[in-house]
């Protein structure tokens, strides 16, 4: 059972890299999110997509895109990277209830 | 005032004992509630729901408290494997809001 998978694991970006945080679902989920996870700040919803086709700002979009390719995939770029969005980033879909991807680790350098 | 608050902890607990914590939330159109359990450098991960009445599964007993705006998870008989931190989220207009979490030591 996939479930929700992201790629990469793990990155390392210097200061104006691009990259983009691939996540995919396998459940028929509409509902679709990206949060970062800072130490003491818990999780932050960057954006969210409540169906194919459509994407919406969350919490911290500052600095992030997104595309909801279909219903399975939702990604996430970082145009030009900057140290303050060294974190933990977690794919999840659902709507109630959300399941996560195993995360990914980005530092910027 | 955050709308979703959790003790951070360490609450540190030995083995076999019975520990609670709390959630408040701000919100009172919050609809839905949920405990997550996340191990260290992994992702989140479903424990329970909290249903109005309160709900049991099996050791871990959630309940919610509306007119005081918290919700509370109670482990009973605490296990080595409960170590972890735990996540509440309050569904408010299908976006869930997240505390920032409470971290359980269990000691032999």
């Known amino acids: 059972n996939a479930g929700v998978t992201q790629t990469p694991k793990f990155q390392v970006l210097k200061t104006g890299q691009s990259m983009t945080l691939q996540c995919a679902q396998d459940?028929?989920?509409?509902?679709m999110y990206w949060y970062r996870q800072d130490p003491g700040m818990g999780l932050r919803l960057i954006y969210y997509?409540?169906?194919?086709?459509?994407?919406d700002k969350g919490e911290v979009p500052n600095g992030y895109n997104v595309s909801r390719l279909n219903k399975r995939e939702f990604s996430l770029r970082l145009e030009s990277a900057a140290p303050s969005q060294t974190s933990v980033y977690f794919c999840?879909?659902?709507?109630?209830?959300?399941?996560f991807g195993p995360g990914t680790r980005l530092t910027v350098l | 005032r955050k709308e979703v608050e959790q003790d951070p902890g360490p609450f540190n607990v030995p083995e076999g004992a019975t520990v609670a914590f709390n959630c408040t939330y701000s919100?009172?159109?919050?609809?839905?509630f949920f405990w997550y359990r996340q191990d260290c450098r992994k992702e989140p991960k479903l424990l329970m729901s909290?249903?109005?009445?309160?709900n049991e599964d099996g050791r871990f007993t959630a309940q919610l408290n509306r007119a005081s705006q918290y919700i509370s998870l109670l482990i009973r008989d605490s296990k080595l494997s409960d170590s972890a931190t735990y996540l509440c989220?309050?569904?408010?207009?299908?976006?869930?809001?997240w505390g920032a979490g409470t971290k359980l030591i269990i000691k032999p």
């Open positions: 999840a879909s659902g709507s109630d209830t959300q399941y």
């Open positions: 459940m028929n989920h509409n509902s």
């Open positions: 997509s409540a169906s194919e086709g459509t994407t």
């Open positions: 919100n009172s159109a919050s609809q839905s």
């Open positions: 909290v249903y109005s009445s309160g």
């Open positions: 989220a309050v569904n408010i207009n299908y976006q869930l809001i």
